[in-house]
Structures are given as C-alpha cells and as structure tokens.
C-alpha cells in the first residue's frame, strides 16, 4: 500500500505531485465529510466539477471509492506535505538601522493591507453582485435577474427620452 519502503515514499511523492491544486482543494474538504454539493458550494463550482475532480484523482490514487480516496489523500497528506525550514536565530537584542528617508519613510510606499481590500472588493467577495449572479441558480432565478435588468434598463432609457425632450422643447422655444 502506501506506507513502507524508500521505492513506496517515491511513489507517494509521485502521486501527490500529479494531484492538481484543484483536486487537492476538493480532497480538503472530502477529508472533512462534505458532500459534492458542499464542496461545490464552498468553492463556488458545479457539482458536476467537484465529481469529475474527486474522480481524477480517486484514479490517480487508486482508490477504491470515495472514502477510500480520502483515507489516502489524508496519509499521502502527512507524507508529503509537510513545510521544510530552517530555524530562525533571532538576535538576543534589536537594533535600530538608519533609514535614509527624511521622516523615517519614504512618502510613495503603500499599505498592502489597502490592496488586498481592494482585491477582495473585486474578486467578488465584497461585491454587491457577488451573490446575485451566480452559476448554481435555478433557471427561474436567473430570468428574474435578467427581468429586473432589462425593466431597469428601460425605465432608464424611457427617463432619459423624457429628459432629452424635454430640453429639445426648452431650447426650440
């Protein structure tokens, strides 16, 4: 199976380094239980994705069924993915190095937690429209959603008809 020799760690590092990030992703979440649909709904894909994904990888593991999947993602996971380092030596005291900026910092240096806000804002997460348009929706949803835009759009354009003869009348006398 998959613990034992030199040639069966060589193995399972070969296997963990064909899962894919996506694949990996899924196995996270098989290894806590969840459904296809669950896994679908936390990663924001299809059901059908999440099956086809489990699958792949349930063949490249050789596993059985899907239980059997996770049992051998959760050990090739305590095999292989595990964080190399070094130790950090801290010195015993810190000292403070000059820094060459007038006021101790230069002024065109940005805060990278504005940034990651302003990712979040557009990858959808902060988004008004983030929940609103969605893939999983049912059929009925989505035409209500593209019925309320398409009112929406024409309530716009019947006001600005409205708007511009109105002033084609105040200019024309």
């Not at 030596?89 to 002024?107: C, N, Q, V």
């Not at 804002?121 to 429209?129: D, H, Q, T, V, W």
Request: some cysteine; overall charge positive.
């Amino acid at each position: 199976m998959m613990e034992g020799s030199q040639s069966s760690t060589a193995d399972d590092r070969l296997r963990w380094n064909r899962l894919t990030d996506k694949q990996r992703a899924c196995l996270e979440l098989l290894l806590e239980r969840k459904t296809s649909k669950q896994i679908a709904r936390e990663l924001g894909i299809s059901k059908y994705t999440v099956d086809q994904r489990i699958t792949a990888a349930r063949q490249l593991l050789g596993a059985r069924d899907r239980d059997d999947t996770a049992i051998r993602y959760g050990r090739l996971k305590q095999i292989c993915d595990r964080i190399a380092y070094d130790p950090v030596e801290l010195p015993d005291t810190a000292t403070i190095m000059p820094s060459g900026f007038a006021d101790d910092g230069p002024s065109n240096v940005f805060d990278l937690r504005e940034t990651s806000k302003s990712v979040d804002r557009l990858s959808g997460e902060g988004a008004p429209s983030g929940k609103i348009w969605r893939h999983d929706h049912r059929l009925s949803a989505r035409l209500t959603i593209m019925a309320t835009i398409l009112a929406a759009a024409i309530i716009f354009l019947l006001g600005s008809l409205g708007i511009a003869e109105t002033l084609t009348r105040l200019i024309s006398g």
